[in-house]
């Protein structure tokens, strides 16, 4: 019994990340990612460049003192551009995840809940989104509608929810058949408070997971659509239409400061997400529970 | 000490988990007589199936360890074998069935082909030479059509037939011993009665000694001779059967015996053992069931009471069975 | 009529079964196939059987858990279903119904939501039918909790910090947040330690008399109904078979079934003799069609007749029924 009373109580959320803050490669991840985070969002503190001005005479500069990363053709200063590529890239991979979630969550639930035929309408529809390639739809709709950053963020959302819907429909179905949302009906709630406070809350954890494995496909898609000149549009950066420099033989060959840095910002970011994506997985599957 | 089939002296078993560690089997001592049933009672965490596993050689790795203690099956011990020493026992001489019969058969195989696996391992016979053993072996259990049964797979059968099987395994090498952890409690009473019928013809039939784990003190009375009860991971009281239930020593052993429904009569109230198992971490430091115990006195806090024969066959660790002198020569 | 609390009238629950990729039904599982149960106000009756029979899903449909094929149920005189008349009070209604009717689970590990505190989960209830605001709701569960035999400082602890028998008083807690008048509990104290068994059944008896409750009990253990139930119904294959007082069960029973059932209780005692009948074979699917009893195939005393009709429960003696060809008729058993 004196155990009981010295055990502070912790709720399942912090035992979770409790667990996480073990995972070396986890913590890693989750610093990098802050790190990125900070200096994109801080990048006017930073640097003392702005990320559109225009210094013809100092083209392809070398990294230097002056210009850390070098300048671009128009003489732009690569490490300001690289900062503010960052807001861009974070915030595609951010908002079309957090569209995919939105979507997801709410068919995956609604199916998985109520079942019969409104589940199999949903899950047809699954079918059907999961047989679009992604790239080549992408690339119509910016053909049609003409390359930006909203267009991006939307059809990766848009694309993106069916692999959300599905893992939420599955474990809605096996949750709803524990005894507890029995005993919330038993109490007179509807099916209305039972999605929102027994289901939701206990399907949180394969949410985060995957919510931020997608910001890691957002970024992704973005650096590719972008790289094709299809995602964000210049002058605006994004680590994708900074790759695309690499597009030119010459910068290839003589200008390496154009595409290394932003190259390796995508790499390192996505394996810090995907790290700590597998940390979340681990902390918080329930199974691991004692 | 020819009919001796196992010995079990001194066994340790602890666990090593992100909390510390600790023994959940304690020191226990027991022998098993060929063809008696020992039978283990306790609550869940007593150590009563964690001394079963120490027995197969099973305990979780690497977490489980036997720190200590001596099994002695015929005269070998079991401790001192390697793994493939180990395998050709386990299974051959010693077999065991377990509380969920679904878990303990591979969905994908079928009934025939598992039993005749253990058959070719353990009894170097041909595949061929198997259908018929496998096929006598489900009749000796009880099973209706079992031609049929040996083409079918475990989902096919119910709980009692799937429990059969797992016995018709566990026999299928002519065990010198057979460990059965609550073999009946997944199961209903009538099926439960099959069972145990089943049980006991075979063991009289085939000289098998059983070691019988349960929580339910009315199998004991069906099936044991002799009977161990557990808290704690320790042995509280040791006696045979019948003594047992005439005249129980140990306060946890009578309130067990009391707190059994058929004991109570309509409009009484149950009789309950307050409180509940203590944590493996925080273990009391006088006897474990002193905090539970309506007759706990100053040193049953204090100092763990030894295991003390009162009768040659009656063994009980309890302070209220020492004198007034041992008690003080012990503070 | 006010002397009963619930009156159940031929309630029946078919689920069926789909098949093939276009998901036809091809048949029933009949897991409740026609029970008739009245509960007296104040009076625990339980429902035994072994393990598919049904008692669950009967408990489950008496109180509108699970939607009923057929039958009828009556609760204070107010109807919550006829299926045969077409009558089911509105989803509204029957949410303030539930404030009545409640029920106390199986297993104490799944029942609980464990993203919850103790406190939100016994309040929950307070909450939704608006007896109280959540402050004074969180004051009242730790009052509720006092009431089952725990500290109220509990309330901000998750359900993982406690044993199963803990686990079992915070589902009952959380069962009596509303002040129900019945309450449906489903094997309570299966899942339980034997020690904590007798510990949760006495918390039920002392509430039952604090609260003036009514009690459905299901359990598979035939000595636990005898001592805590006063009225008892034994369920084969989704039909009672059997009825009567826990006196009139156990010292009289009358079904071959109840006979087999209780002879199978293992003994109290090493040295009491007790004849067993050993029934033969398995349950048969609760799928299948059956033209007459549906224990036939396993009753030693099986007549011709028992193939051909289907037995009716009679009344026997007062409050004694039975549904078999063979008691009452003259014919030996």
Redesign the interface.
Same mark, same amino acid.
């Given at each position: 019994m &004196? $155990?009981?009373n010295s055990?502070k &109580? +912790? &709720?399942?959320?912090q035992i979770g990340f409790k667990r996480l803050k073990k995972n070396r490669l986890a913590m890693i991840g989750f610093t990098l990612l802050c790190i990125v985070v900070i200096i994109s969002v801080f990048a006017p503190l930073i640097t003392r460049y702005d990320r559109d001005a225009i210094d013809t005479l100092n083209s392809y500069q070398k990294p230097s003192a002056e210009h850390w990363l070098g300048t671009d053709e128009l003489g732009r200063d690569t490490f300001t551009r690289l900062l503010y590529g960052g807001r861009i890239s974070l915030s595609v991979g951010l908002v079309s995840t957090s569209i995919a979630v939105l979507i997801g969550v709410t068919l995956g639930t609604t199916g998985g809940y109520h079942g019969g035929y409104i589940d199999n309408i949903i899950m047809r529809i699954v079918d059907v989104f999961m047989c679009f390639p992604f790239f080549l739809i992408a690339i119509v709709v910016a053909a049609i509608l003409g390359p930006s950053i909203w267009n991006v963020m939307i059809i990766s959302g848009i694309l993106g929810w069916t692999g959300i819907a599905r893992i939420v429909r599955a474990e809605v179905l096996s949750i709803k058949e %524990?005894?507890?949302i029995? =005993? =919330? %009906? =038993? $109490?007179? $709630? @509807?099916s209305k408070?039972i999605i929102i406070?027994?289901i939701i809350? @206990?399907i949180?954890a394969p949410i985060i997971v995957y919510a931020t494995l997608g910001i890691a496909r957002g970024i992704l898609s973005e650096a590719g659509l972008s790289f094709l000149g299809l995602g964000v549009k210049p002058p605006t950066p994004s680590w994708g239409n900074m790759l695309a420099a690499a597009q030119s033989m010459r910068s290839l060959r003589l200008h390496w400061w154009l595409w290394i840095p932003p190259g390796c910002l995508v790499f390192f970011m996505i394996l810090s997400i995907n790290f700590l994506g597998d940390g979340l997985r681990d902390a918080l599957d329930?199974k691991l529970? +004692? | 000490m020819q009919n001796t089939t196992l010995v079990v002296e001194n066994l340790v078993t602890g666990f090593k988990t992100s909390e510390g560690s600790f023994n959940a089997v304690d020191g226990v001592d027991f022998k098993i007589e060929g063809g008696k049933v020992l039978g283990i009672v306790g609550e869940s965490g007593c150590g009563k199936s964690i001394t079963s596993l120490s027995i197969m050689g099973l305990v979780p790795k690497p977490n489980g360890f036997i720190s200590s203690g001596k099994i002695l099956f015929e005269g070998q011990d079991l401790l001192k074998l390697s793994e493939p020493e180990m395998q050709m026992i386990r299974g051959n001489r010693i077999a065991m069935i377990f509380q969920e019969p679904m878990t303990a058969l591979n969905p994908v195989f079928k009934i025939g082909f598992q039993i005749a696996e253990i058959l070719e391992t353990h009894q170097h016979l041909k595949r061929s030479e198997c259908k018929p053993i496998c096929i006598e072996l489900l009749k000796r259990v009880g099973l209706p059509r079992p031609e049929k049964v040996v083409d079918e797979y475990p989902h096919q059968l119910s709980g009692g037939m799937r429990q059969r099987v797992m016995i018709a395994m566990a026999l299928s090498c002519n065990p010198k011993l057979l460990i059965a952890d609550e073999p009946t409690t997944a199961l209903d009473v009538t099926v439960q009665a099959q069972v145990l019928e089943l049980m006991k013809d075979l063991k009289s039939e085939f000289q098998t000694s059983i070691l019988f784990i349960t929580h339910d003190l009315g199998v004991i009375a069906e099936m044991a001779d002799n009977v161990l009860v557990m808290y704690a991971g320790k042995v509280m009281e040791e006696t045979d059967c019948e003594t047992l239930f005439d005249e129980p020593l140990h306060p946890y052993t009578l309130a067990l015996l009391c707190s059994r429904p058929e004991r109570i009569k309509r409009g009484e109230s149950p009789i309950c053992i307050p409180g509940m198992v203590p944590s493996p971490f925080d273990m009391p430091k006088g006897c474990a069931f002193a905090p539970r115990c309506a007759l706990s006195k100053d040193i049953c806090k204090e100092k763990k009471p030894e295991l003390k024969a009162i009768s040659p066959n009656h063994k009980v660790r309890c302070w209220q069975y020492y004198s007034e002198e041992e008690q003080c020569q012990n503070i | 009529m006010s002397e009963y609390l619930i009156r159940a009238k031929g309630i029946k629950k078919h689920f069926p079964i789909h098949d093939g990729i276009f998901s036809r039904t091809v048949g029933h599982v009949k897991a409740v196939d026609g029970v008739s149960i009245d509960i007296k106000k104040g009076e625990i009756f339980g429902l035994v059987g072994e393990s598919g029979c049904g008692k669950s899903t009967t408990g489950r449909t008496l109180i509108n858990l699970i939607e009923p094929t057929a039958g009828s149920v009556t609760f204070e005189g107010k109807v919550i279903y006829d299926v045969e008349n077409k009558i089911a009070v509105s989803t509204k209604d029957m949410q303030a119904l539930r404030r009545d009717i409640q029920m106390i689970f199986q297993d104490p590990y799944a029942s609980l939501d464990p993203r919850m505190t103790v406190g939100e989960i016994v309040s929950e209830g307070i909450v939704k039918h608006k007896m109280a605001k959540k402050k004074e709701a969180i004051k009242k569960s730790m009052e509720l909790l006092e009431l089952c035999g725990l500290r109220g400082s509990n309330v901000n602890k998750y359900p993982h910090e406690f044993s199963g028998g803990q686990r079992q008083r915070i589902g009952i807690a959380r069962a009596l947040a509303l002040n129900p008048k019945f309450i449906v509990a489903d094997e309570p104290i299966a899942a339980l330690d034997v020690s904590i068994q007798s510990q949760v059944l006495l918390l039920m008896q002392e509430l039952k008399k604090k609260l003036g409750l009514t009690y459905l009990f299901i359990s598979h253990d035939l000595g636990i109904v005898k001592y805590f139930c006063d009225r008892i119904g034994v369920m084969y294959l989704g039909n009672i078979v059997e009825q009567g007082t826990s006196e009139q069960l156990f010292s009289n029973p009358l079904h071959p079934y109840t006979k087999s059932l209780l002879s199978a209780v293992p003994k109290t005692h090493p040295r009491e003799v007790r004849e067993r009948i050993i029934l033969k074979g398995d349950v048969p699917s609760p799928s299948s069609h059956f033209e007459g009893c549906k224990f036939y195939s396993r009753c030693a005393y099986a007549k011709e007749i028992c193939n051909r009709e289907i037995p009716e429960l009679k009344e026997i003696e007062k409050d004694h029924l039975v549904s078999c060809h063979l008691v009452g008729s003259g014919g030996e058993l």
């Amino acid at each position: 019994m &004196s $155990l009981e009373n010295s055990v502070k &109580s +912790q &709720s399942p959320w912090q035992i979770g990340f409790k667990r996480l803050k073990k995972n070396r490669l986890a913590m890693i991840g989750f610093t990098l990612l802050c790190i990125v985070v900070i200096i994109s969002v801080f990048a006017p503190l930073i640097t003392r460049y702005d990320r559109d001005a225009i210094d013809t005479l100092n083209s392809y500069q070398k990294p230097s003192a002056e210009h850390w990363l070098g300048t671009d053709e128009l003489g732009r200063d690569t490490f300001t551009r690289l900062l503010y590529g960052g807001r861009i890239s974070l915030s595609v991979g951010l908002v079309s995840t957090s569209i995919a979630v939105l979507i997801g969550v709410t068919l995956g639930t609604t199916g998985g809940y109520h079942g019969g035929y409104i589940d199999n309408i949903i899950m047809r529809i699954v079918d059907v989104f999961m047989c679009f390639p992604f790239f080549l739809i992408a690339i119509v709709v910016a053909a049609i509608l003409g390359p930006s950053i909203w267009n991006v963020m939307i059809i990766s959302g848009i694309l993106g929810w069916t692999g959300i819907a599905r893992i939420v429909r599955a474990e809605v179905l096996s949750i709803k058949e %524990r005894e507890f949302i029995e =005993a =919330a %009906r =038993a $109490l007179g $709630l @509807n099916s209305k408070d039972i999605i929102i406070k027994h289901i939701i809350p @206990n399907i949180m954890a394969p949410i985060i997971v995957y919510a931020t494995l997608g910001i890691a496909r957002g970024i992704l898609s973005e650096a590719g659509l972008s790289f094709l000149g299809l995602g964000v549009k210049p002058p605006t950066p994004s680590w994708g239409n900074m790759l695309a420099a690499a597009q030119s033989m010459r910068s290839l060959r003589l200008h390496w400061w154009l595409w290394i840095p932003p190259g390796c910002l995508v790499f390192f970011m996505i394996l810090s997400i995907n790290f700590l994506g597998d940390g979340l997985r681990d902390a918080l599957d329930p199974k691991l529970k +004692q | 000490m020819q009919n001796t089939t196992l010995v079990v002296e001194n066994l340790v078993t602890g666990f090593k988990t992100s909390e510390g560690s600790f023994n959940a089997v304690d020191g226990v001592d027991f022998k098993i007589e060929g063809g008696k049933v020992l039978g283990i009672v306790g609550e869940s965490g007593c150590g009563k199936s964690i001394t079963s596993l120490s027995i197969m050689g099973l305990v979780p790795k690497p977490n489980g360890f036997i720190s200590s203690g001596k099994i002695l099956f015929e005269g070998q011990d079991l401790l001192k074998l390697s793994e493939p020493e180990m395998q050709m026992i386990r299974g051959n001489r010693i077999a065991m069935i377990f509380q969920e019969p679904m878990t303990a058969l591979n969905p994908v195989f079928k009934i025939g082909f598992q039993i005749a696996e253990i058959l070719e391992t353990h009894q170097h016979l041909k595949r061929s030479e198997c259908k018929p053993i496998c096929i006598e072996l489900l009749k000796r259990v009880g099973l209706p059509r079992p031609e049929k049964v040996v083409d079918e797979y475990p989902h096919q059968l119910s709980g009692g037939m799937r429990q059969r099987v797992m016995i018709a395994m566990a026999l299928s090498c002519n065990p010198k011993l057979l460990i059965a952890d609550e073999p009946t409690t997944a199961l209903d009473v009538t099926v439960q009665a099959q069972v145990l019928e089943l049980m006991k013809d075979l063991k009289s039939e085939f000289q098998t000694s059983i070691l019988f784990i349960t929580h339910d003190l009315g199998v004991i009375a069906e099936m044991a001779d002799n009977v161990l009860v557990m808290y704690a991971g320790k042995v509280m009281e040791e006696t045979d059967c019948e003594t047992l239930f005439d005249e129980p020593l140990h306060p946890y052993t009578l309130a067990l015996l009391c707190s059994r429904p058929e004991r109570i009569k309509r409009g009484e109230s149950p009789i309950c053992i307050p409180g509940m198992v203590p944590s493996p971490f925080d273990m009391p430091k006088g006897c474990a069931f002193a905090p539970r115990c309506a007759l706990s006195k100053d040193i049953c806090k204090e100092k763990k009471p030894e295991l003390k024969a009162i009768s040659p066959n009656h063994k009980v660790r309890c302070w209220q069975y020492y004198s007034e002198e041992e008690q003080c020569q012990n503070i | 009529m006010s002397e009963y609390l619930i009156r159940a009238k031929g309630i029946k629950k078919h689920f069926p079964i789909h098949d093939g990729i276009f998901s036809r039904t091809v048949g029933h599982v009949k897991a409740v196939d026609g029970v008739s149960i009245d509960i007296k106000k104040g009076e625990i009756f339980g429902l035994v059987g072994e393990s598919g029979c049904g008692k669950s899903t009967t408990g489950r449909t008496l109180i509108n858990l699970i939607e009923p094929t057929a039958g009828s149920v009556t609760f204070e005189g107010k109807v919550i279903y006829d299926v045969e008349n077409k009558i089911a009070v509105s989803t509204k209604d029957m949410q303030a119904l539930r404030r009545d009717i409640q029920m106390i689970f199986q297993d104490p590990y799944a029942s609980l939501d464990p993203r919850m505190t103790v406190g939100e989960i016994v309040s929950e209830g307070i909450v939704k039918h608006k007896m109280a605001k959540k402050k004074e709701a969180i004051k009242k569960s730790m009052e509720l909790l006092e009431l089952c035999g725990l500290r109220g400082s509990n309330v901000n602890k998750y359900p993982h910090e406690f044993s199963g028998g803990q686990r079992q008083r915070i589902g009952i807690a959380r069962a009596l947040a509303l002040n129900p008048k019945f309450i449906v509990a489903d094997e309570p104290i299966a899942a339980l330690d034997v020690s904590i068994q007798s510990q949760v059944l006495l918390l039920m008896q002392e509430l039952k008399k604090k609260l003036g409750l009514t009690y459905l009990f299901i359990s598979h253990d035939l000595g636990i109904v005898k001592y805590f139930c006063d009225r008892i119904g034994v369920m084969y294959l989704g039909n009672i078979v059997e009825q009567g007082t826990s006196e009139q069960l156990f010292s009289n029973p009358l079904h071959p079934y109840t006979k087999s059932l209780l002879s199978a209780v293992p003994k109290t005692h090493p040295r009491e003799v007790r004849e067993r009948i050993i029934l033969k074979g398995d349950v048969p699917s609760p799928s299948s069609h059956f033209e007459g009893c549906k224990f036939y195939s396993r009753c030693a005393y099986a007549k011709e007749i028992c193939n051909r009709e289907i037995p009716e429960l009679k009344e026997i003696e007062k409050d004694h029924l039975v549904s078999c060809h063979l008691v009452g008729s003259g014919g030996e058993l």
